[in-house]
């Protein structure tokens, strides 16, 4: 008779492996659960704060029509302009010159004068990039006054009345490229039978034009920032998208679920420097000039200006680069699946639609019918908020009432100017009166107004315009243009005084914005990751120690990634790893609410609240007195304008008004505690009717039902 085998021998193990097994799983579950946020937040902040907080212009390809010594001499002028920023050609012709910049070859043109002339012409193309175009304008025009030309602008390819800032373009790229590559993450694990190319194609082929149609109607019959070339548009998108998608879809057979890192990285946190759409790439480093080249955001970014702009003039190049994508893209995929069949690395094959899988990671399981509205319905609500939202308050910025005292020597000059000023200004100032420059100026710094208008204090005199660039770049710009104006049409000089200029390692007024989105964006992942790879994290006694150390841990390491490494944040230490844990761990529990819940679905009105909603209510990147109205009201109450706000008060302000806005964040946190103490309670009360502890599932509120696996089938929606 056979003595019984011990537990664990007969397959060749000893025994207490499979505990040593479960162990090195939850180590490598935990490590996991922190590193794909910390990689993502680390990947897109590093670049874009890199990258855009302090902008130098580099080899701005540039045309001088003209012939003989004197345009030479320009040529040369412009070589030797501030290190390299301008790459001149001369060209003879003018309507070759012109032909250049209506293929985007070059950047602007400067037409020297002719026939015993002195005025220049500079020609631009603000549909080519409204910053790139006031760049060639800085480059040329200086160059001409040296030459005691005077110059006239003249745009050969205006924007439409519908999209004065040119950001049509750019959010119905990021919208293209979005509906490439964010479905595959939730197709990965709810129906991964849909992966194998048979069934992909097509249902790309149709998803790309419905997608592409969406975005089309949102930037044109409703917010009016588009008009007509439907169908080259769609056309565009078909492509745009199936790269994109074929690009992932190559991924998630070579990485599985992990290749949401490497999608994120190629297609947004490369692809938005890269594109020439945002910012001039010849403001960029060298790298993202190769890249503005090769990768589809950029290409796809072009080729929609090319047929909205310009008469389809070079659609072709980057049609082709997109083109070469999915080829590659399509063969490599072919190649892997006649190798490996249909299987995503680190998870069980799956050809049966039928197949109990949760609809989304984290979540319970769910019928095929439900799990396939999952898929589509997930990524056209962020497509649509995204594209929706942004364009909607950023397509078109108006200067409404923006607050501005009017300083005189006497209190009845100071009223007399100001109604004169608001008559002819309409509603693009609100005014108010003073006789203290002082007690004015300090409103600028506690940023209750953006400028302060002195009279001239003799007949004379000058006036002088009180501004701040740290208080917002764009306010600071248009309201020196607006009373520029405004002295030239009283024949008044104007002096223009910065009482807190920007520094030089934050040139273009950005690094508020994305320090503040760095601290949002770390607060919103984790609990998006925690809810789809660990959904058994079901109480707040377990869930809020790794929130609390993963909050102070990223206010470190982001400081210390601004501020040592890039250079954009300098000093303010103690500050901004206070202030930046404070916010991650209040959006944190923002988020934690709606995820407990609403399971995955519920970071999309996360995302609507602290990000969509947040960027044109913040000031950050376009003045709040630019946007539509209702974004000031909520100024005051969002999350993200208030770390914006306190960000720039730590950095430029001593700290003035600095109370109200860590108020703002801390009230959210707090609630949101609160509320998550109430999510506990109902948990314990069904698992009293239940009868269980609690400790398995991870359906919404602490679902009990059976959930997806965690570790090798780690969840990112």
């Given at each position: 008779?056979?003595?019984?085998?011990?537990?664990?021998?007969?397959?060749?193990?000893?025994?207490?492996?499979?505990?040593?097994?479960?162990?090195?799983?939850?180590?490598?579950?935990?490590?996991?659960?922190?590193?794909?946020?910390?990689?993502?937040?680390?990947?897109?902040?590093?670049?874009?704060?890199?990258?855009?907080?302090?902008?130098?212009?580099?080899?701005?390809?540039?045309?001088?029509?003209?012939?003989?010594?004197?345009?030479?001499?320009?040529?040369?002028?412009?070589?030797?302009?501030?290190?390299?920023?301008?790459?001149?050609?001369?060209?003879?012709?003018?309507?070759?010159?012109?032909?250049?910049?209506?293929?985007?070859?070059?950047?602007?043109?400067?037409?020297?004068?002719?026939?015993?002339?002195?005025?220049?012409?500079?020609?631009?193309?603000?549909?080519?990039?409204?910053?790139?175009?006031?760049?060639?304008?800085?480059?040329?025009?200086?160059?001409?006054?040296?030459?005691?030309?005077?110059?006239?602008?003249?745009?050969?390819?205006?924007?439409?009345?519908?999209?004065?800032?040119?950001?049509?373009?750019?959010?119905?790229?990021?919208?293209?490229?979005?509906?490439?590559?964010?479905?595959?993450?939730?197709?990965?694990?709810?129906?991964?039978?849909?992966?194998?190319?048979?069934?992909?194609?097509?249902?790309?082929?149709?998803?790309?034009?419905?997608?592409?149609?969406?975005?089309?109607?949102?930037?044109?019959?409703?917010?009016?920032?588009?008009?007509?070339?439907?169908?080259?548009?769609?056309?565009?998108?078909?492509?745009?998208?199936?790269?994109?998608?074929?690009?992932?879809?190559?991924l998630v057979k070579t990485l599985g679920r992990l290749a949401v890192v490497p999608g994120m990285l190629l297609w947004v946190v490369f692809g938005v420097p890269s594109s020439n759409l945002a910012m001039s790439i010849h403001q960029m480093p060298g790298f993202f000039g190769f890249l503005h080249g090769v990768l589809p955001m950029p290409a796809t970014g072009e080729a929609l200006r090319s047929i909205t702009y310009f008469d389809g003039r070079g659609v072709g190049g980057h049609l082709l680069t997109l083109a070469i994508w999915i080829v590659v893209t399509l063969s490599l995929s072919v190649l892997i699946e006649r190798r490996k069949g249909n299987v995503v690395p680190g998870d069980e094959p799956s050809e049966d639609p039928n197949a109990p899988l949760p609809a989304m990671a984290g979540g319970p399981m769910r019928s095929k019918r439900f799990r396939y509205f999952a898929v589509a319905a997930f990524p056209l609500a962020i497509l649509t908020v995204v594209v929706g939202l942004m364009s909607a308050s950023l397509h078109q910025p108006e200067v409404r009432d923006m607050p501005v005292v009017v300083v005189g020597a006497s209190q009845d000059q100071a009223d007399q100017a100001a109604r004169?000023?608001?008559?002819?200004?309409?509603?693009?100032?609100?005014?108010?009166?003073?006789?203290?420059?002082?007690?004015?100026?300090?409103?600028?710094?506690?940023?209750?107004?953006?400028?302060?208008?002195?009279?001239?204090?003799?007949?004379?005199?000058?006036?002088?315009?009180?501004?701040?660039?740290?208080?917002?770049?764009?306010?600071?710009?248009?309201?020196?243009?607006?009373?520029?104006?405004?002295?030239?049409?009283?024949?008044?000089?104007?002096?223009?005084?910065?009482?807190?200029?920007?520094?030089?390692?934050?040139?273009?007024?950005?690094?508020?914005?994305?320090?503040?989105?760095?601290?949002?964006?770390?607060?919103?992942?984790?609990?998006?990751?925690?809810?789809?790879?660990?959904?058994?994290?079901?109480?707040?006694?377990?869930?809020?120690?790794?929130?609390?150390?993963?909050?102070?841990?990223?206010?470190?390491?982001?400081?210390?990634?601004?501020?040592?490494?890039?250079?954009?944040?300098?000093?303010?230490?103690?500050?901004?790893?206070?202030?930046?844990?404070?916010?991650?761990?209040?959006?944190?529990?923002?988020?934690?609410?709606?995820?407990?819940?609403?399971?995955?679905?519920?970071?999309?009105?996360?995302?609507?609240?602290?990000?969509?909603?947040?960027?044109?209510?913040?000031?950050?990147?376009?003045?709040?007195?630019?946007?539509?109205?209702?974004?000031?009201?909520?100024?005051?109450?969002?999350?993200?304008?208030?770390?914006?706000?306190?960000?720039?008060?730590?950095?430029?302000?001593?700290?003035?008004?600095?109370?109200?806005?860590?108020?703002?964040?801390?009230?959210?946190?707090?609630?949101?505690?609160?509320?998550?103490?109430?999510?506990?309670?109902?948990?314990?009360?069904?698992?009293?009717?239940?009868?269980?502890?609690?400790?398995?599932?991870?359906?919404?509120?602490?679902?009990?039902?059976?959930?997806?696996?965690?570790?090798?089938?780690?969840?990112?929606?």
């Amino acid at each position: 008779m056979e003595s019984p085998t011990p537990v664990g021998v007969a397959s060749g193990r000893e025994p207490g492996s499979h505990e040593a097994d479960r162990r090195k799983e939850e180590i490598a579950k935990k490590v996991f659960i922190f590193l794909i946020p910390f990689l993502m937040v680390t990947m897109m902040y590093a670049t874009y704060m890199g990258t855009m907080h302090s902008p130098q212009t580099r080899d701005m390809p540039v045309a001088v029509v003209g012939s003989g010594a004197v345009a030479q001499s320009v040529v040369d002028e412009l070589e030797s302009v501030r290190d390299g920023a301008a790459a001149p050609r001369l060209v003879s012709d003018r309507s070759k010159a012109l032909d250049l910049l209506k293929d985007r070859d070059v950047a602007g043109v400067l037409l020297i004068p002719a026939d015993g002339s002195t005025e220049a012409t500079v020609y631009t193309a603000q549909a080519a990039g409204a910053s790139q175009a006031g760049t060639v304008k800085q480059l040329l025009t200086p160059v001409a006054a040296g030459h005691d030309w005077t110059t006239r602008t003249e745009d050969i390819a205006p924007l439409p009345s519908g999209d004065s800032s040119g950001t049509a373009m750019l959010f119905a790229t990021i919208g293209m490229i979005m509906a490439g590559y964010v479905p595959l993450s939730a197709m990965t694990g709810a129906t991964p039978q849909l992966l194998a190319l048979r069934r992909f194609l097509p249902l790309l082929a149709g998803w790309a034009v419905g997608t592409s149609t969406l975005i089309w109607l949102i930037l044109g019959p409703i917010v009016g920032a588009l008009d007509g070339n439907y169908l080259k548009f769609v056309g565009v998108g078909l492509v745009a998208t199936s790269a994109a998608a074929l690009g992932q879809l190559l991924l998630v057979k070579t990485l599985g679920r992990l290749a949401v890192v490497p999608g994120m990285l190629l297609w947004v946190v490369f692809g938005v420097p890269s594109s020439n759409l945002a910012m001039s790439i010849h403001q960029m480093p060298g790298f993202f000039g190769f890249l503005h080249g090769v990768l589809p955001m950029p290409a796809t970014g072009e080729a929609l200006r090319s047929i909205t702009y310009f008469d389809g003039r070079g659609v072709g190049g980057h049609l082709l680069t997109l083109a070469i994508w999915i080829v590659v893209t399509l063969s490599l995929s072919v190649l892997i699946e006649r190798r490996k069949g249909n299987v995503v690395p680190g998870d069980e094959p799956s050809e049966d639609p039928n197949a109990p899988l949760p609809a989304m990671a984290g979540g319970p399981m769910r019928s095929k019918r439900f799990r396939y509205f999952a898929v589509a319905a997930f990524p056209l609500a962020i497509l649509t908020v995204v594209v929706g939202l942004m364009s909607a308050s950023l397509h078109q910025p108006e200067v409404r009432d923006m607050p501005v005292v009017v300083v005189g020597a006497s209190q009845d000059q100071a009223d007399q100017a100001a109604r004169g000023l608001q008559d002819g200004m309409g509603g693009l100032l609100a005014l108010t009166t003073s006789t203290s420059l002082d007690k004015a100026t300090d409103q600028i710094r506690d940023r209750e107004v953006v400028g302060v208008y002195v009279l001239p204090a003799s007949k004379d005199g000058a006036a002088t315009l009180y501004t701040s660039s740290a208080a917002g770049a764009s306010q600071h710009s248009a309201l020196q243009a607006m009373f520029q104006q405004v002295a030239t049409s009283q024949h008044t000089p104007l002096k223009l005084t910065d009482v807190e200029p920007l520094t030089e390692s934050d040139s273009n007024g950005s690094n508020s914005m994305y320090a503040a989105m760095s601290w949002i964006m770390s607060g919103f992942l984790i609990m998006a990751v925690l809810r789809g790879a660990a959904p058994e994290i079901k109480r707040l006694r377990k869930l809020l120690p790794m929130v609390i150390g993963w909050s102070i841990g990223m206010g470190v390491w982001l400081w210390f990634l601004f501020d040592v490494l890039i250079g954009a944040i300098n000093g303010h230490a103690p500050a901004m790893i206070g202030f930046g844990a404070l916010t991650i761990f209040s959006i944190a529990m923002f988020t934690g609410v709606f995820t407990r819940t609403l399971g995955i679905a519920g970071l999309i009105p996360v995302m609507v609240i602290a990000l969509m909603i947040g960027i044109p209510a913040s000031g950050g990147g376009i003045s709040l007195y630019m946007v539509p109205e209702v974004f000031r009201d909520l100024n005051d109450v969002l999350p993200l304008p208030a770390a914006v706000d306190v960000i720039r008060a730590t950095v430029y302000f001593d700290n003035s008004g600095i109370g109200g806005h860590l108020l703002t964040i801390a009230a959210w946190g707090a609630v949101c505690l609160l509320l998550h103490l109430g999510i506990d309670r109902a948990i314990a009360r069904r698992d009293r009717r239940r009868g269980t502890d609690g400790t398995n599932g991870g359906g919404p509120a602490g679902d009990d039902r059976q959930t997806g696996p965690t570790l090798d089938r780690t969840g990112i929606a």
